[in-house]
């Protein structure tokens, strides 16, 4: 038990006590005087003595009530708080369950999540709060009964999540707010954020008990497919044995099978060619983890994007760039006819009045319309004096010495880009388009919608740097890629504890393993991650901490609050109570 004070300023007020001292000596004193009349009355001196001696006494009775309250109601402006400790166990507990992926590890005949509802269903009381452990914390339910948290329990099915039992922790821990305990019920493999013990501590530091079940009961054999590596036309597998002894293991491939041996605790490599579609990986063993046991990998392009590249020369730079698309397929056009066949995107640069056939921009205005080809028109000297009969909706003005290119409108071939100085360019007026970056004013990159199709004007000339900058394969390949209308296949084969981006005002976290058709696109979500495979907890990760090995909690000490300044200030309204008491007995009011 001790004693504190919330607020030593509030002491001052014990200054108060000074002018009733002041007041009580400066009181005039009666002087006795002597009146022959009146003698009779004090004949007796003893008598008279006692009842002066009583008179002060009562009157002492006065300042002592008024010295008392003032000495109390100084002291309740300092905030007393009174300390002592107390065994606690708590209506209020909050519940974090772990229903990430590790919680579908099966624990002789019994998944750990139904080992973790069992020990809840049992622990619950009549104030309950519920933290599901995902890749982030999810707050299911919150000062719900008993009853209510066994019906939502028996609904609740395990995850293809990662887990974050810290932030789970933390968030429980906000939800308390000094009053109750918290229950981690969980296998303690946490696959994301910080370590446990931090959250534990910073709980601890609100004087919040963390109590930890731990469902993970035994060491159980696992090997499964951790990671993932995807080329336009190859897949590396990675394969990751967790056991103590060395593993032969079959891997299926659609109707491909190759056996591999894999060691103790090693990772395992495997490569093979992708095939159109949705294919499915599939390790056959034996294990206590199904879950990294499969993947299915999803490739819905057949094709290679067509690309014709026309010029007199064309730019080397974009040829070479071009090239380095593993999905592009490149065609060059031999002038002046342009092939008439079915390509997905048609690059024009360096060509001249005379380079093409009559007719040549009308029928590619036409492809663009009917969304037969999209057509990217890269800047070169000279290209003012054409005419793109409305192929591109652009009035050329004088050629301009340029400067640092500002981005005007992020897109997805220009995010994160780095265009660097321009030297010259074309100061242009855009018809009917939108500047995606600009330089003075003058647009630089634009686009322009023609019917169903698209048409870019790339105004970035080959005097600029820009050619010899990372950036500039990587803006041609995310370009090809938005007029194909294209994801690259790591863009659509995902990872469960991944955010999907679905528009500027909606995501959606992934966690569940499958194919799933989300915001027109299809796209196939794995696991895939080395931590939340890792089934048996290191002993040296829980060498401090202590389980329950039942569902039920130990009272433990808790130190408890007790402010005193209500108390104060009720006993300061008693005394002003008596001290009126008193005056009124006493007859003077």
């Given at each position: 038990?001790?004693?504190?004070?919330?607020?030593?300023?509030?002491?001052?007020?014990?200054?108060?006590?000074?002018?009733?001292?002041?007041?009580?000596?400066?009181?005039?004193?009666?002087?006795?005087?002597?009146?022959?009349?009146?003698?009779?009355?004090?004949?007796?001196?003893?008598?008279?003595?006692?009842?002066?001696?009583?008179?002060?006494?009562?009157?002492?009775?006065?300042?002592?009530?008024?010295?008392?309250?003032?000495?109390?109601?100084?002291?309740?402006?300092?905030?007393?708080?009174?300390?002592?400790?107390?065994?606690?166990?708590s209506n209020n507990l909050?519940?974090?369950?772990?229903?990430?992926?590790?919680?579908?590890?099966?624990?002789?005949?019994?998944?750990?999540?139904?080992?973790?509802?069992?020990?809840?269903?049992?622990?619950?009381?009549?104030?309950?709060?519920?933290?599901?452990?995902?890749?982030?914390?999810?707050?299911?339910?919150?000062?719900?009964?008993?009853?209510?948290?066994?019906?939502?329990?028996?609904?609740?099915?395990?995850?293809?999540?990662?887990?974050?039992?810290?932030?789970?922790?933390?968030?429980?821990?906000?939800?308390?707010?000094?009053?109750?305990?918290?229950?981690?019920?969980?296998?303690?493999?946490?696959?994301?954020?910080?370590?446990?013990?931090?959250?534990?501590?910073?709980?601890?530091?609100?004087?919040?008990?963390?109590?930890?079940?731990?469902?993970?009961?035994?060491?159980?054999?696992?090997?499964?497919?951790?990671?993932?590596?995807?080329?336009?036309?190859?897949?590396?597998?990675?394969?990751?044995?967790?056991?103590?002894?060395?593993?032969?293991?079959?891997?299926?491939?659609?109707?491909?099978?190759?056996?591999?041996n894999v060691k103790s605790?090693?990772?395992?490599?495997?490569?093979?060619?992708?095939?159109?579609?949705?294919?499915?990986?599939?390790?056959?063993?034996?294990?206590?983890?199904?879950?990294?046991?499969?993947?299915?990998?999803?490739?819905?392009?057949?094709?290679?994007?067509?690309?014709?590249?026309?010029?007199?020369?064309?730019?080397?730079?974009?040829?070479?760039?071009?090239?380095?698309?593993?999905?592009?397929?490149?065609?060059?056009?031999?002038?002046?006819?342009?092939?008439?066949?079915?390509?997905?995107?048609?690059?024009?640069?360096?060509?001249?009045?005379?380079?093409?056939?009559?007719?040549?921009?009308?029928?590619?205005?036409?492809?663009?319309?009917?969304?037969?080809?999209?057509?990217?028109?890269?800047?070169?000297?000279?290209?003012?004096?054409?005419?793109?009969?409305?192929?591109?909706?652009?009035?050329?003005?004088?050629?301009?010495?340029?400067?640092?290119?500002?981005?005007?409108?992020?897109?997805?071939?220009?995010?994160?880009?780095?265009?660097?100085?321009?030297?010259?360019?074309?100061?242009i007026n855009i018809n009917?388009?939108?500047?995606?970056?600009?330089?003075?004013?003058?647009?630089?990159?634009?686009?322009?919608?023609?019917?169903?199709?698209?048409?870019?004007?790339?105004?970035?000339?080959?005097?600029?740097?820009?050619?010899?900058?990372?950036?500039?394969?990587?803006?041609?390949?995310?370009?090809?890629?938005?007029?194909?209308?294209?994801?690259?296949?790591?863009?659509?084969?995902?990872?469960?504890?991944?955010?999907?981006?679905?528009?500027?005002?909606?995501?959606?976290?992934?966690?569940?393993?499958?194919?799933?058709?989300?915001?027109?696109?299809?796209?196939?979500?794995?696991?895939?991650?080395?931590?939340?495979?890792?089934?048996?907890?290191?002993?040296?990760?829980?060498?401090?901490?202590?389980?329950?090995?039942?569902?039920?909690?130990?009272?433990?000490?808790?130190?408890?609050?007790?402010?005193?300044?209500?108390?104060?200030?009720?006993?300061?309204?008693?005394?002003?109570?008596?001290?009126?008491?008193?005056?009124?007995?006493?007859?003077?009011?």
């Amino acid at each position: 038990m001790g004693f504190s004070l919330g607020n030593t300023l509030g002491l001052i007020g014990l200054l108060s006590i000074i002018p009733l001292i002041i007041l009580y000596l400066i009181k005039p004193k009666p002087s006795n005087l002597k009146v022959p009349s009146l003698m009779f009355f004090f004949s007796n001196t003893k008598s008279t003595t006692l009842e002066s001696f009583l008179r002060h006494f009562h009157q002492d009775i006065l300042f002592y009530l008024q010295l008392l309250a003032l000495l109390l109601l100084g002291l309740s402006l300092a905030q007393p708080l009174l300390t002592y400790e107390k065994n606690a166990v708590s209506n209020n507990l909050v519940f974090v369950l772990d229903v990430s992926a590790s919680s579908k590890v099966l624990e002789d005949g019994k998944y750990r999540i139904d080992i973790a509802k069992d020990s809840i269903k049992e622990l619950s009381t009549s104030k309950n709060s519920l933290v599901l452990v995902k890749s982030k914390p999810v707050l299911a339910l919150q000062n719900v009964g008993r009853s209510e948290l066994v019906r939502y329990l028996d609904t609740i099915q395990p995850t293809d999540d990662l887990s974050d039992i810290s932030s789970a922790i933390i968030l429980g821990a906000e939800l308390i707010n000094n009053k109750g305990r918290i229950v981690v019920v969980s296998d303690l493999i946490s696959s994301k954020g910080v370590p446990i013990d931090v959250a534990e501590n910073l709980a601890n530091a609100k004087d919040i008990h963390v109590d930890f079940i731990n469902t993970a009961k035994k060491v159980r054999n696992n090997i499964g497919i951790i990671d993932l590596a995807l080329t336009p036309d190859s897949a590396n597998v990675y394969i990751k044995n967790y056991n103590n002894k060395d593993e032969t293991v079959k891997l299926i491939m659609g109707n491909e099978i190759k056996e591999l041996n894999v060691k103790s605790g090693n990772v395992e490599p495997i490569v093979f060619e992708l095939q159109n579609g949705d294919m499915e990986i599939k390790l056959d063993v034996k294990d206590d983890f199904e879950a990294d046991n499969k993947i299915i990998i999803t490739k819905p392009y057949k094709d290679k994007i067509k690309v014709l590249l026309v010029g007199n020369p064309p730019s080397r730079f974009l040829k070479a760039a071009l090239n380095s698309i593993q999905e592009v397929e490149l065609h060059i056009a031999q002038l002046p006819v342009i092939p008439k066949d079915d390509f997905d995107i048609i690059l024009i640069n360096n060509i001249k009045e005379n380079d093409l056939l009559e007719g040549s921009f009308e029928e590619l205005k036409t492809k663009v319309t009917n969304d037969e080809s999209d057509v990217i028109i890269a800047s070169w000297d000279g290209i003012e004096n054409l005419d793109f009969k409305g192929l591109l909706p652009v009035n050329f003005n004088k050629k301009n010495t340029g400067g640092i290119i500002q981005i005007d409108q992020i897109t997805r071939f220009t995010k994160d880009i780095d265009f660097g100085e321009i030297k010259t360019y074309y100061d242009i007026n855009i018809n009917d388009g939108v500047s995606l970056a600009s330089y003075n004013g003058s647009s630089v990159i634009s686009s322009f919608h023609l019917g169903n199709g698209e048409v870019i004007y790339y105004g970035i000339m080959d005097d600029s740097d820009f050619k010899l900058n990372p950036s500039f394969p990587v803006f041609w390949n995310n370009l090809i890629f938005h007029l194909a209308d294209r994801l690259d296949l790591n863009e659509i084969n995902l990872r469960t504890g991944s955010v999907l981006d679905i528009s500027n005002t909606t995501s959606l976290n992934l966690d569940r393993a499958g194919i799933f058709n989300v915001a027109d696109r299809k796209i196939s979500v794995n696991l895939l991650n080395e931590k939340e495979s890792n089934i048996n907890l290191d002993k040296k990760e829980t060498a401090n901490k202590k389980f329950l090995n039942k569902a039920q909690l130990d009272p433990v000490r808790v130190n408890v609050d007790y402010k005193l300044e209500r108390l104060l200030i009720f006993i300061v309204l008693l005394l002003v109570i008596a001290e009126f008491a008193y005056i009124k007995i006493r007859g003077e009011i």
